[in-house]
């Protein structure tokens, strides 16, 4: 792919990055005076992430709310509950903190309409309700465990598969029998790496993954550091897909292209399963390492083009007859 369509990609990605930022205005001495209920809800909002009017839905199959008042619940009177389902939209109404609840301090009240409406222990909430938003959504269904698990080994049995099939057919793909394009290669790694990275912020900073997780953004310029360049890390994915897909059309037929694209999916998957997994074990550091330089040196030894065929002007790997146009180039 000619280097001036990177560019163009860059150039674009950077231009989609400034647009969505926004200059806030600087806020007055007034902005801060604020009562003491107002401050209990910024605290409880730092250490929790979410505070009244926030929205979640729910995941489990059920979740059982108390019509009453905590207190009464807790005095052992006689209450009523409602249930929510699956795929409720819920919001915070109240949240109430009683040191005397041995379980749980937290209290909060979620509605999901007018007549419904009900307590709920924060312990037993949370673990069966997520964010109500789409990327919220995204993170949470690629960081469930069973998911990775069973993604993990029909990752495997697929790529597998795929390999041995485009082995039979002497087809292209990467790392074994690749195209003289350094983009396939470089989205492996890329995948690799931001596998590496997310797993790092799950393990360094695991309180701003999670407010991120209730807050998320795809401005890489709106959060800290860590998160930013996570966020420029999807949107660089984004772009070499794109690179290496339009390069993977130039160099192979249409079917071998498709054939190619199901190999590099499948190898790609399997170093997001590998080393998201074995980077919460510490084991996924040095394995990127020794995967970087074995794919690297590999493609530089039998796959990275050094001629140009004389007749038609497509790359070669070797000298000898052009697979493009059948010409001799000695």
Aim: charged letters at 15%; glycine letters at 4%; one cysteine or more.
């Amino acid at each position: 792919m000619p280097m001036n369509k990177l560019y163009t990609y860059l150039i674009g990605l950077l231009f989609l990055m400034f647009n969505s930022c926004y200059h806030q205005e600087p806020e007055t001495s007034d902005a801060w005076i604020v009562t003491e209920e107002q401050m209990d809800s910024i605290s409880f909002y730092t250490t929790h992430h979410y505070t009244q009017n926030y929205n979640f839905f729910v995941t489990a199959d059920t979740l059982r709310l108390i019509v009453q008042q905590p207190t009464e619940f807790l005095s052992e009177m006689w209450v009523d509950t409602i249930a929510v389902v699956n795929n409720d939209r819920l919001v915070v109404a109240d949240i109430m903190m009683l040191s005397t609840d041995t379980i749980d301090s937290v209290w909060v009240q979620v509605a999901r309409d007018q007549e419904t409406i009900g307590w709920v222990r924060e312990k037993e909430m949370l673990p069966n309700v997520a964010p109500d938003n789409p990327i919220s959504r995204f993170i949470d269904a690629f960081s469930d465990t069973h998911l990775l698990i069973m993604l993990a080994f029909w990752a495997v049995v697929a790529a597998i598969y795929t390999i041995w099939a485009l082995a039979r057919r002497n087809a292209k793909i990467v790392h074994f029998n690749d195209i003289p394009s350094f983009y396939p290669t470089l989205l492996a790694l890329f995948v690799a790496a931001a596998a590496v990275f997310y797993s790092t912020i799950q393990l360094v900073a695991p309180d701003s993954w999670r407010h991120y997780y209730y807050h998320p953004t795809l401005n890489p310029f709106a959060v800290p550091l860590h998160l930013g360049i996570f966020i420029f890390s999807v949107w660089a994915l984004l772009l070499i897909s794109l690179a290496a897909i339009d390069d993977i059309r130039r160099h192979l037929p249409f079917g071998e292209t498709i054939l190619y694209l199901f190999g590099l999916m499948g190898v790609c998957t399997i170093n997001y399963v590998v080393f998201s997994i074995s980077t919460l074990y510490y084991i996924g550091y040095p394995l990127l390492v020794i995967y970087v330089i074995i794919a690297v040196r590999r493609y530089i030894r039998k796959n990275r083009a050094n001629y140009i065929c004389g007749s038609c002007g497509q790359q070669l790997t070797h000298k000898g007859i052009c697979p493009h146009c059948g010409a001799n180039n000695i």
